[in-house]
């Protein structure tokens, strides 16, 4: 029986339409081929909507996203406009009002591509991490005092509960059941952050006695960023605080090829609300409007949203569809070392998913 989902597309700022659109072009094929059906509602949202109305997003956007299935975003962020206003105006509320507290971050080393790190193998370096998504260092409570003089104070609170800190690190364990190698490396700072990542590290123990069969290590933030580039094929699942796996993400991106191919999903486990998919690169402003933009993360984004809705035999096919482009050395981007253009690159996926068999 074929199905029909709704999706929220907010192509944001810089790069971020530019990519959106492949990911979208691709996706709907995949679908399409599975006698499934994708219907997009496009929204004016980010920068530009924040240069005429002085805020990122109309009041009521929270409420207008709830009716949708999923949402697709490409990027925010502006040169001119402060990040903790594009982040906190959009993202950031979006995270929190759907409850979409894991932050799933793949890392894979594709056939075709390179990494920085000398002598890895294809396949060889692929971990998941988990990034917890509404609370931790993100949380966004403190204050400002005696603001813009020279006796400025600035609190900024990280915030950890038992709850937040088990549902991130046992969603990390039931994936890792899933996964041949069974690992899961918790990465806190606890030595110097005694309260909230002490919590941390004693539901982690707490958790893992649930999952005998998993191996675990724990990792102080320092020595997992040395161990991320000494030994990442050691990886598999990763769990992490915001700040944390936000960090490592980005690195784990590089070491596998570029930025360009770093994936995200802001999850709702319980599926009670929308999830939301975006590429981690950003609005890349630098090079907004060039058509030089790999699009591969926002279509591998938009992958990870079918596999979500449940349009598995879709999402295989978008995998295939990017493994193939760079397996055979087909067209790519600048940051693969390519002369390609962003719609060349969509277009060359959009082709190896058309004629795949499903």
């Known amino acids: 029986m074929s199905a029909e989902f709704r999706i929220a597309v907010i192509g944001g700022d810089g790069i971020g339409p530019e990519v959106t659109e492949q990911a979208i072009r691709v996706a709907e094929a995949a679908v399409a081929k599975t006698g499934n059906q994708l219907t997009w509602t496009r929204f004016p949202w980010g920068t530009d909507y924040y240069f005429e109305h002085q805020r990122m997003a ?8 709830a009716t949708y299935d999923a949402m697709l975003l490409g990027a925010v962020g502006h040169p001119e406009v402060q990040d903790h206003l594009t982040l906190n105006g959009l993202l950031l509320p979006i995270r929190r009002r759907f409850d979409q507290c894991v932050c799933l971050r793949p890392a894979y080393l594709y056939a075709g591509v390179e990494s920085p790190l000398r002598n890895k193998a294809p396949g060889s370096i692929d971990m998941l991490v988990f990034r917890e998504n509404t609370e931790g260092e993100y949380a966004n409570i403190g204050g400002r005092l005696y603001q813009h003089t020279e006796h400025d104070v600035a609190i900024q609170t990280s915030v950890f509960t038992r709850r937040g800190c088990e549902r991130i690190i046992r969603a990390a364990f039931e994936q890792a059941i899933l996964r041949p190698r069974r690992r899961v490396a918790s990465i806190t700072k606890s030595n110097a952050q005694g309260f909230g990542m002490v919590l941390w590290d004693e539901v982690f123990a707490h958790v893992a006695r649930d999952y005998p069969q998993i191996e675990t290590e724990s990792l102080l933030v320092d020595r997992a960023v040395m161990e991320f580039v000494r030994r990442p094929e050691s990886f598999d699942v990763v769990v992490a605080s915001n700040l944390f796996g936000d960090i490592l993400t980005d690195l784990s991106a590089i070491i596998v090829g570029s930025m360009g191919l770093a994936a995200s999903g802001n999850l709702d486990p319980t599926r009670q609300h929308p999830s939301l998919f975006e590429p981690v690169h950003g609005s890349a402003p630098d090079i907004a409007g060039k058509g030089i933009a790999n699009p591969l993360a926002a279509i591998l984004s938009a992958a990870m949203m079918l596999s979500h809705l449940g349009l598995d035999a879709a999402a295989r096919l978008v995998h295939r569809g990017v493994s193939e482009l760079l397996q055979s050395h087909g067209p ?27």
Do not use: H, K, S, Y
């Open 332 to 358: 790519r981007t600048p940051d693969l070392g390519g002369t390609a253009t962003t719609d060349q690159v969509g277009q060359g996926v959009l082709e190896r998913v058309t004629q795949l068999p499903v």
């Open 58 to 65: 109309p009041p009521d956007f929270l409420d207008q996203l």
